[in-house]
């Protein structure tokens, strides 16, 4: 069994099973559909020296994200949420900010309107390309201790160094951990967003499980994994984005301070829910299971009955629940998406076309699948046309729901 990526223990546990599924991201193109599709097997497992949840480093991020198909600003509410955190800080007309995995300059379009100078490190060539074409200015390099020093050479150390829904992206992640320290200058701050594994489990968020996310992190291994690099937690803040997140506060450890109660706070939560012991994980499989027989019931019976069901979205998350549950398209259509970077393609595995978002209107189905259930307040009011020709939508996370 692979060790550790953390503390090297070889005492895990298995959490679930998902099977054998392609990397989600890997949207096929055409011409592709009748060529092999390589599968990796999808098994989460805890560390139970240091609970870090993780799977085992089946694919390297260089296999992923250096051509991408997830460009953030196609997605309202992350935008507004990114908005409104940079209106939050406390920024300097002489501070600087580096976001890390900044994709298309979501975030730092913000601190650029503010006349704050900044800078992006994005991996992915065609998605950085599309931030500097909105005026953010980004390098495109993995964060590694080496990269940092480079752009520590050039441009300086960072006031504040933003790393969001990317710590889980990196299998290495002392390496990276030591990256942010490199970045930070030794008074400034790092924030990192991260979905939090205690609302993963207690909400039965399964299909964010896939290859391109190597660990799941509670406050708990996640001050570990920051003190592995040599960062200290000073403050947490429990959001709801991506189903629930936690935005850790943390400071280079030699100049940090005491930890807000807010930290001791989620870690007792935490500890309630019987995430620092085995007894907590002891059933989400069953629950998973339950989630894939709900759905496949639901499309099998809409099929027989002669109903349409397409599908809205088709994110990473999405293909991890439709190749878990067996999903083909007998039983969805098609799905669309907002990135038409997509259209045309097809989702990995399943192979369910990808069109775009005005299919449905011509179409006017029976029932919308909605896949990225995390933005389900944004796409209930983007979708309430459907609801004109009597149509319904369906949210399969936590449990199956028909609006």
């Known amino acids: 069994m692979t060790p550790c990526r953390l503390c090297g223990s070889t005492d895990m546990t298995g959490v679930v099973d998902l099977g054998a599924t392609p990397p989600c991201e890997r949207v096929l193109t055409a011409g592709q559909l009748d060529e092999p599709e390589v599968t990796y097997p999808l098994r989460l497992r805890v560390c139970t020296s240091c609970w870090l949840a993780q799977i ?16 953030s600003s196609y997605s309202t509410s ?29 975030l730092l379009r913000h601190v650029v309107e503010r006349g704050v100078r900044c800078l992006g490190v994005e991996p992915s060539v065609n998605v950085g390309a599309a931030a500097r074409e909105r005026g953010v200015p980004t390098v495109t390099a993995f964060l590694t201790p080496e990269s940092a020093r480079a752009i520590v050479r050039e441009h300086g150390r960072a006031d504040l160094v933003v790393a969001n829904n990317v ?26 967003e991260v979905q939090h594994l205690l609302t993963l489990i207690e909400r039965n968020q399964y299909d964010t499980i896939y290859h391109e996310h190597f660990q799941y ?16 937690v000073v403050d947490v803040e429990l959001l709801e984005t ?21 930290v001791a706070d989620v870690l007792a939560l ?19 299971a339950r989630v894939r027989r709900d759905l ?10 002669g109903r349409t069901v397409v599908g809205y979205g088709a994110p990473g998350k999405g293909n991890t629940l439709l190749n878990h549950c067996g999903v083909r398209p007998d039983l969805l259509a098609y799905t669309v998406d907002r990135n038409p970077y ?52 369906v949210f399969p996370i936590p449990t199956l729901e028909v609006v």
């Open 78 to 106: 992350w935008v507004e949420h990114a908005r409104a955190f940079v209106a939050g800080l406390d920024l300097k007309p002489g501070s600087f900010v580096v976001e890390v995995a900044s994709n298309d300059g979501y």
């Open 296 to 305: 496949l019931r639901f499309l099998i019976d809409a099929a027989e009955s």
């Open 167 to 192: 710590y889980a992206h990196i299998p290495d992640v002392i390496g990276f951990t030591e990256g942010l320290r490199t970045l930070v200058a030794d008074d400034g701050m790092v924030s990192v």
């Open 342 to 393: 997509k259209h045309g393609r097809f989702t990995p595995g399943a192979r369910i076309p990808i069109l775009p978002t005005g299919r449905i209107a011509a179409d006017r189905p029976d029932y919308v699948l909605v896949l990225p259930w995390n933005l389900r307040e944004e796409l209930v009011e983007q979708l309430s046309y459907v609801h004109d020709w009597g149509g319904r939508l």
């Open 242 to 262: 991506h189903g629930g997140s936690i935005r850790l506060w943390a400071r280079p450890s030699e100049y940090g301070s005491a930890p807000s109660p807010r």
């Open 217 to 232: 992190y509670t406050v708990a291994s996640a001050r570990r994994a920051l003190a592995s690099g040599g960062l200290a």
């Open 56 to 71: 085992p480093p089946l694919i390297s991020p260089e296999e992923t994200f250096t051509d991408y198909a997830y460009f």
């Open 270 to 288: 935490e500890k309630a829910a019987g995430l620092h012991e085995v007894s907590g994980y002891a059933e989400f499989a069953g629950r998973v």
